[in-house]
């Protein structure tokens, strides 16, 4: 393993079976965990066998790490990567980027002006079939975007919102952000990534059901650059969960995504289509299911972050998520809330 790219993983919550993931990837070693618990350092490192380091500085004066893993509260994202990278070291995080633009802004800033690569790790962005629907939107399988709607209809308890460490930072704005922030990110990123670049955003949140200083739901409208229309409404309130979707109209056909294998695509037969606009398809066109899984998906795709870091430490390729495309999110969260907060149309 002598030329295995050296991770250190802060923040042992989530963090810690992405510890196993990152010792399961080819070409990734990890050399030290860093958590201020030392319940959990303690626990992780004997499992893991590679030494709890609980302060960060310290962490960060390793000459055996090449990557340095943020796992830690949302809130302390990029602040914590800036001086990752001005100690030397790549990052890559877990999502959100950051709960404010202007943190990311530093942080990806840092990173360029060193050479060092800054990577957030959206996990669907690892999945091929989420790439085919990318491709499929791309190449004009559903004609010229209209609508681009996102639903999460997910539930936490006020036990979840007490937890976190350090203490409740799951029930603040300046560190967790909510459910729109939290919750609904990875979505957020996907429709983004699909839909295109948002340009003004209206929209209200409020804690609807939990003893929380951020939100637990959020209803937005959301204006594309190209036209497009479209909706974000998220809640953590939903008894039971009933899960997420995506649903993106076209002149000619519906793509509908719930899960990276279960998206379905609709569209009118090529004869039936006229100069892309919908309101000229005669009459009821008979759609017809279109075959996502005709679409490339890239060659060499990493399967997760830690993959994505070593192959593009060792070859130049690109991230799957780099800090100026997972900022987008962070910039749209940040827009809806200011939307809430002045009751009016917000650039994003
Ligand atoms: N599927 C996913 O991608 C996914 C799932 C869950 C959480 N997350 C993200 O992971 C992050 C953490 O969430 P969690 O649920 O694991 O929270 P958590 O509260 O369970 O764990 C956070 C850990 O970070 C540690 N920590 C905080 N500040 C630190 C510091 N300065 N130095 C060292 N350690 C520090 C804490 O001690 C704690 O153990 C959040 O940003 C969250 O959005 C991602």
Known sequence: MADA???????????????????????????????????????????????????????????DVDVIGLWTPSGTHAAMAVQALQAGKHVCMT??????????????????????????????????????????????????????????????????????FPQRWRSRLDTEGGSLANQAVHFVDLLLWWAGVPERVVGCRGAYGHDIETEDGTTAVVQFRKGAVGSIVTTTCAVPNRGHEITLCGTWGTLVWS?????????????????????????????????????????????????????TIRTGSALQCDGREARRSVALFEAVYRASDTASWVEV
């Not at 399961?24 to 709890?52: H, M, N, Y």
Request: hydrophobic share 40%; glycine share 10%.
């Open 5 to 63: 790219v050296r991770f250190a993983i802060v923040g042992l919550g989530m963090g810690r079976p992405r510890a196993d993931r990152c010792m399961k990837t080819a070409g990734a070693e990890l050399t030290a965990i860093c958590d201020l618990s030392e319940e959990r350092g303690a626990a992780a490192s004997g499992e893991l066998g590679v030494p709890w380091v609980r302060n960060y500085d310290e962490l960060l004066a390793r000459g």
């Open 95 to 164: 999502k959100p980027m950051d709960i404010s633009t202007a943190a990311c802004d530093r942080a990806i800033h840092e990173a360029d002006s060193r050479g060092l690569l800054l990577g957030v790790d959206f996990e669907q962005r690892y999945l091929a079939p989420n790439h085919r629907v990318k491709r499929a939107i791309d190449s004009g399988a559903i004609g010229r975007l209209l609508r681009a709607d996102l639903r999460t209809y997910w539930f936490r308890a006020q036990s979840y919102y007490d937890a976190g």
């Open 259 to 311: 899960k990276a294998d279960e998206a379905t695509l609709d569209h009118v037969p090529e004869g039936s289509r006229s100069a892309g606009d919908a309101f000229r398809v005669d009459g009821k066109p008979e759609a017809v299911s279109g075959d996502l899984g005709a679409y490339a998906v890239p060659p060499d795709l990493p399967d997760n972050i830690f993959a994505d870091m070593v192959r």
